[in-house]
Nanobody, 125 residues
């Protein structure tokens, strides 16, 4: 599967953005899809994920209540709706997919075989 992430940009603190990850080659419903982010000088960190086979969701504590991950299977797309953005949310955001991750490994970037290119999110006044 190939992944294409988009939707990043510059937004003021408190603002919103919606990222999209479009999959091609295979049905996204067959994959667990996650969003990770990486700020300069920092390690890549888990943000949110929607699991295959039912689409249950997981979130990092830092984004819980502000971000929502959702699937649009008819468009083979996974979205990340981000609200009440903070300067510390500034990072390159990546979507990733894998068909065989167990629940306990969902937050582990090393478990994902397929990655999209990053889309930059900058939160600044």
């Amino acid at each position: 599967v190939q992944l294409q992430a988009s939707g990043g940009g510059l937004v003021q603190p408190g603002g919103s953005l919606k990222l999209s990850c479009v999959a091609s080659g295979r049905a996204v419903s067959s994959y667990t899809v996650a969003w990770f982010r990486q700020a300069p000088g920092k390690e890549r960190e888990f943000v949110a994920a929607t699991r295959r086979n039912g689409g249950s969701t997981l979130y990092a504590d830092s984004v819980k209540g502000r971000f929502i991950v959702s699937r649009e299977n008819t468009k083979n797309t996974v979205h990340l709706q981000m609200t009440n953005l903070k300067p510390e949310d500034t990072a390159a955001y990546y979507c990733a997919a894998d068909g065989g991750i167990i629940l306990s490994e969902t937050r582990n970037a090393r478990q994902y075989d397929y990655w999209g290119q990053g889309t930059q999110v900058t939160v600044s006044s």
